[in-house]
């Protein structure tokens, strides 16, 4: 399975909803693809469920120590 397309549209104003930066395409330790902040303070990664990226913060895994 490959990473989940985000219409070009969406992708230049999708940011992460704690911080507000640019997301990123990135894989989780196990291989999913999944949405990463790019904000150095922020640290959040976002999953993806259905092909939808599911953009709650309480529901982020923190990539940051």
Same mark, same amino acid.
């Given at each position: 399975?490959?990473? +989940?397309?985000?219409?070009?549209?969406?992708?230049?104003?999708?940011?992460? +909803? $704690?911080?507000?930066?640019?997301?990123?395409?990135? &894989?989780?330790?196990? !291989?999913? +693809?999944?949405?990463?902040? &790019? !904000?150095?303070?922020? !640290? %959040?990664?976002?999953?993806?469920?259905?092909?939808v990226p599911?953009?709650?913060?309480?529901? $982020? %895994?923190? &990539?940051?120590?």
């Amino acid at each position: 399975m490959g990473a +989940p397309t985000i219409d070009p549209w969406l992708r230049e104003i999708i940011r992460c +909803p $704690a911080c507000l930066s640019v997301l990123e395409d990135a &894989t989780d330790p196990a !291989g999913a +693809p999944e949405l990463r902040c &790019t !904000g150095e303070a922020c !640290g %959040r990664a976002y999953r993806f469920d259905g092909g939808v990226p599911v953009l709650l913060v309480d529901e $982020a %895994r923190l &990539t940051q120590d």
